[in-house]
C-alpha cells in the first residue's frame, strides 16, 4: 500500500481489499507507509482505523564511503540469517525471513558488526530496503558504508533526531515527507531501524 497518487476510489478500494484480506488470514496488524503530502490518503487510512506512527523523512544523499571506527560493515552470508532474523524480532516483535532471505541471495543485504557480535543489517539502503539495528550508530555505520543511495532515497524516522541530524550534515536533503502507519497489533521498535516504503 502506499500508492498515494491514485484516485480516491482506488485508494479506498485497495485499502478495503488489503484489510479484508489481513482479517480472512488472521493478521494481528496490518502496516504501511503513507505520502505524507498527500492529505486525501491520510485521511483516508485514518477514518479506516489507521494510526500514525513515526513521521519519516525520504532522504537522498551522496555515498559517503566510509568505514566508521569500531564498526565491520560487511555483505550478508546465509550464515548470517538466524543473527538478523533474532535482531528484528528483539527490535519489532518479528522477523522478515523471507524478504531477507532472497536479499542475500541477490547480494544487496549487508550486516554490520560491533562489539563482537551482529548489531544491525539492511535488507538493501533504498526506498524497497529495510534495516534493523541495536542503536543509531550501527545504521550510520552502514549508510556510510555504503557504494550508493539510490533515488528516491531512504526513509529516515525524523524522531531519530541524531540520525537525521547525521544525515544533513553528511549532505542528505529530505526529498518528501511520510508517515508509518498502523491498524491493530504494533510493537513499539526497542533499536534503531529504518522502514521500507512497502514495509
Not at 480472512?24 to 490518503?41: M, N
Not at 555504503?146 to 525524523?158: D, H, K, L, V
Amino acid at each position: 500500500m502506499g500508492a498515494a497518487s491514485q484516485p480516491a476510489e482506488n485508494q479506498d478500494l485497495a485499502a478495503s481489499f488489503t484489510i479484508r484480506r489481513a482479517e480472512e488470514r488472521k493478521f494481528s496488524g496490518v502496516r504501511l507507509v503513507q505520502a505524507g503530502y498527500h492529505t486525501r490518503s491520510l485521511s483516508l487510512y485514518a477514518k479506516l482505523g489507521f494510526v500514525v506512527r513515526v513521521p519519516l523523512a525520504c532522504m537522498l544523499g551522496p555515498a559517503i564511503r566510509q568505514e566508521l571506527p569500531a564498526f565491520n560493515v560487511r555483505r550478508a552470508q546465509m550464515a548470517d540469517l538466524k543473527a538478523c532474523n533474532n535482531l528484528a524480532f528483539r527490535v519489532h516483535g518479528h522477523d522478515r525471513d523471507g524478504e531477507l532471505r532472497e536479499n542475500i541471495q541477490q547480494g544487496s543485504a549487508v550486516v554490520v558488526e560491533s562489539r563482537g557480535r551482529i548489531t544491525g543489517y539492511s535488507s538493501s539502503l533504498n526506498y524497497f530496503g529495510h534495516s534493523v539495528a541495536e542503536s543509531t550508530e550501527d545504521l550510520q555505520a552502514m549508510i556510510a558504508a555504503a557504494a550508493a543511495i539510490s533515488p528516491p532515497g531512504i526513509s529516515i524516522p525524523i524522531r531519530n533526531a541524531q540520525l537525521f541530524r547525521w544525515c544533513l550534515e553528511h549532505g542528505f536533503r529530505a526529498t518528501q515527507p511520510l508517515n508509518l502507519m498502523s491498524m491493530g497489533l504494533y510493537n513499539e521498535p526497542a533499536g534503531a531501524f529504518l522502514p521500507s516504503v512497502l514495509f
